[in-house]
């Protein structure tokens, strides 16, 4: 491929533009590797491929047409004011449109406030196309337990490889970016998201983030070490904010929102899911100290509706949301100066504002602290998942009693509610999404 690549360049294009600036009429024969403007390959109406060298997009707009993947060694650069366009007619929508930076490359997208970069589709519906991939070379958490950098996966959608053993790794920059619409998926368990972060170390700078209407999760951290800061998450199928795999990065400044119009979701569906590793894995390695251990701060969750059909499902079949946050597989969890408003009073969730276990395992008892102020009405779940205004209630879902992870009642003097001084996120820096919290959150700030 990169003797491919270095071919392409020596091809000579003309210079003369398109109507739209960005797509340079091109000479020479195409073979799907994209290394300047005047690339056969590259069409700002039809982009798609392998982008084989340092490439840079102006502003504009550009029609994804297709996967486009970003080659080891090599940057994409949007300046301020790139829109990308998922094009979902014919064969051309759903997992197949998506961008993909692979280990070893990278991608600067950087806007700004007044022209933030954004990715989007023509329909604008969930799942229309596979979203952002960034796939990195941090640490992974193994199934036996281990964090020694040699074991890896493949995504999802794509087959790309993710996980090594640097954990200052970077796939680039996103700041003032805006993902929507995507989250197709192939089944029940190849989905993308509007934002997957395959391994990525503390070197990927992500801030600034508008994220919303996803067919699956918003975001969802694939382990690694990765941090981010200021992201507003509205309306997803499935979790708005989701990991596993061993994720031990930051989150600061959160807005999650479940809009009272947004009918999309899935079975056990919630704001937030995190799994110590993989969520299909059935038992608890014996060694907690890799798991999953994310430091969040700052966040606001509003709930307006739990419940809806799933647009997955061909038989639309109706759920609600299983609870605000779902941990488990021995996750460990410290979320303080949240705010919580559930502000659906006939659509419940099926287990209570937190649930800590399932088939798959108990989150790590000793390392749940959760700060929150809550907001709304006072309910209890299903037997043995309860939780009240005031505490949580312990039952068998808490493993009261039993080999580790045993829940006792003393590990939920860690659960504090009713925190009136936990304020939540800062809404002010959002002010370039133009997002209207009065109306579509209201009480949250």
């Not at 806007?111 to 596979?130: E, H």
């Not at 959160?254 to 009918?263: C, L, S, W, Y």
Request: some cysteine; proline content about 3%; hydrophobic content about 40%.
């Amino acid at each position: 491929m990169l003797m491919l690549a270095i071919a392409a360049t020596m091809v000579v294009g003309c210079s003369s533009d398109n109507d739209n600036g960005n797509d340079p009429v091109q000479e020479g024969t195409k073979d799907g590797l994209i290394s300047s403007l005047t690339d056969p390959d590259y069409n700002a109406s039809s982009l798609k491929g392998f982008v084989a060298a340092n490439i840079t997009l102006p502003a504009g707009n550009y029609v994804l047409d297709g996967a486009l993947v970003v080659l080891d060694g090599f940057t994409l650069t949007l300046e301020p004011g790139v829109k990308f366009t998922a094009n979902t007619s014919g064969a051309q929508g759903g997992t197949n449109v998506r961008v993909q930076v692979n280990m070893g490359a990278k991608i600067k997208a950087v806007g700004t406030a007044a022209k933030p970069i954004v990715f989007t589709s023509d329909r604008k519906l969930p799942g229309d196309w596979a979203g952002v991939f960034l796939c990195g070379k941090a640490t992974l958490v193994s199934p036996n337990g281990s964090r020694d950098g040699n074991y890896t996966q493949a995504t999802e959608i794509g087959d790309a490889s993710y996980g090594a053993n640097k954990d200052d790794d970077s796939s680039g920059e996103l700041q003032y970016v805006e993902i929507a619409y995507a989250g197709a998926r192939i089944n029940g368990t190849k989905e993308g998201n509007n934002l997957s972060l395959y391994a990525q170390g503390t070197g990927t700078i992500l801030k600034n983030l508008w994220l919303h209407d996803g067919a699956d999760d918003n975001i969802e951290f694939f382990g690694g070490t990765v941090n981010v800061e200021n992201l507003l998450v509205v309306n997803s199928a499935d979790d708005t904010f989701d990991w596993c795999l061993g994720w031990k990065g930051t989150a600061k400044n959160v807005i999650e929102i479940r809009e009272a119009g947004f009918n999309d979701i899935t079975n056990g569906s919630g704001m937030m899911e995190g799994d110590g590793f993989f969520s299909d894995l059935g038992s608890t390695p014996a060694n907690t100290a890799n798991l999953s251990n994310p430091t969040m701060t700052n966040f606001s969750i509003g709930v307006y509706n739990g419940a809806g059909k799933d647009s997955g499902d061909a038989n639309s079949t109706a759920y609600k949301l299983r609870a605000v946050a779902t941990y488990r597989t021995g996750c460990k969890i410290n979320l303080t100066n949240t705010k919580i408003v559930w502000g659906d009073a006939v659509n419940l969730p099926t287990n209570g504002l937190f649930k800590f276990n399932d088939a798959t395992g108990p989150a790590l008892a000793a390392s749940v602290n959760i700060d929150i102020n809550y907001t709304g009405v006072t309910f209890i779940g299903q037997a043995g998942v309860t939780t009240s205004l005031d505490s949580p209630i312990p039952g068998a879902n808490y493993n009261a009693a039993g080999a580790y992870p045993a829940y006792a009642f003393a590990d939920f003097t860690k659960l504090v509610f009713n925190n009136t001084a936990a304020t939540g996120a800062d809404k002010s820096v959002f002010a370039w999404t133009s997002y209207d919290f009065a109306t579509k959150a209201p009480g949250l700030f």
